[in-house]
Nanobody, 121 residues
């Protein structure tokens, strides 16, 4: 199983930006995705990207503000977050999916431990 480590979280004011990174212990030839979990809430889908980086998907709540990317030469996936809102506050987790797209966390089998993003108003 591949090991994933997220980084880049922090405290930012509303309207600000953060860039999250997800470093993998080896190459992944599958979709990868970002999920987030706020206090008292279930884990929800944020964005996904296929193995080559040419196909991306976003939750409606982040579309137009967040950009997902990956650099396979570095075994790293990124989430650029712009125009942050207080409702974006959550623990952000990266995960490895399958050969086809899914927004369902049950179709992702390897997870990082998460990085905290806090957006103040």
């Amino acid at each position: 199983q591949v090991q994933l480590v997220e980084s880049g979280g922090g405290l930012v004011q509303a309207g600000g930006s953060l860039k999250l990174s997800c470093a993998a212990s080896g190459r992944t030839f599958y979709y990868m995705g970002w999920f987030r979990q706020a206090p008292g809430k279930e884990r929800v889908f944020v964005a996904a990207i296929n193995w080559s980086g040419g196909t991306t998907y976003y939750a409606d709540s982040v579309k137009g503000r967040f950009t997902i990317a990956r650099d396979n030469s570095k075994n790293t996936m990124y989430l650029q977050m712009n125009g942050l809102k207080p409702e974006d506050t959550a623990v952000y987790l990266c995960a490895v999916g399958g050969r086809t797209y899914s927004s369902d966390s049950r179709n992702f089998g390897s997870w990082g431990q998460g990085t905290q993003v806090t957006v103040s108003s």
